[in-house]
């Protein structure tokens, strides 16, 4: 019994190492991940090569007809680059979850305002509508990160208080 028990003493150690690690890997990896997908997305968008560009323009016909449609696929895209950059920064992650709230507005839109672009029938969402349907995982991360990034603030009755 005593060599079972050396086994599983030395692999709880290995294991506590191995989560100790991924802790101090998970927030830089996650800021990087964000940068990544956002900055590369964005570029996309802006240079008019991604694979979303006709649900951005229904979004555009749809909600700011009156911008131009160069400046506003560029502006799109730059937003997302913005978002992107600002992850990579500590101590910006409340700017970002910000920055991500009119964004998700509007890429939510579709599943409103082109129902027939994002779904296949009642609760059946299609290829694009799954994939607008998945920033609610992005959302949820950004928040997780927000949190683990940034240190509380103390409010101004509790510094008022002392």
């Known amino acids: 019994m005593g060599i079972l028990k050396d086994i599983n003493r030395f692999r709880i150690q290995?294991?506590?190492?191995?989560?100790?690690?991924?802790h101090r890997i998970s927030?830089?990896?996650?800021?990087?991940a964000f940068f990544a997908v956002f900055f590369w997305?964005?570029?996309l968008k802006m240079m008019e090569l991604s694979p979303s560009i006709g649900v951005i323009h229904t979004i555009h016909e749809h909600t700011a007809w009156f911008i131009p449609w160069e400046l506003y696929v560029f502006l799109f895209g730059a937003y997302e680059?913005?978002?992107?950059v600002l992850f990579l920064?500590?101590?910006?992650?409340?700017?970002?979850?910000?920055?991500?709230?009119?964004?998700?507005?509007?890429t939510?839109?579709?599943?409103?305002?082109?129902?027939?672009?994002?779904?296949?029938?009642?609760?059946?969402?299609?290829?694009?509508?799954q994939y607008i349907i998945k920033n609610v995982v992005i959302?949820?991360?950004?928040?997780?990160?927000?949190?683990?990034?940034?240190?509380?603030?103390?409010?101004?009755?509790?510094?008022?208080?002392?």
């Not at 991360?141 to 949190?147: C, R």
Request: glycine content about 6%; aromatic content about 10%.
């Open 41 to 43: 997305f964005g570029t």
């Open 81 to 84: 680059c913005l978002i992107g």
């Open 27 to 32: 927030l830089p990896l996650a800021r990087i």
């Open 89 to 106: 920064v500590p101590g910006r992650e409340r700017w970002v979850l910000y920055l991500l709230i009119p964004h998700v507005v509007t």
């Open 139 to 162: 959302v949820s991360l950004a928040i997780f990160v927000t949190v683990a990034g940034s240190a509380p603030r103390r409010s101004l009755v509790q510094t008022a208080d002392r």
């Open 108 to 129: 939510f839109a579709p599943l409103l305002l082109a129902p027939k672009l994002t779904w296949k029938a009642f609760l059946i969402p299609n290829m694009i509508g």
């Open 14 to 22: 290995q294991e506590d190492k191995l989560f100790s690690w991924l």
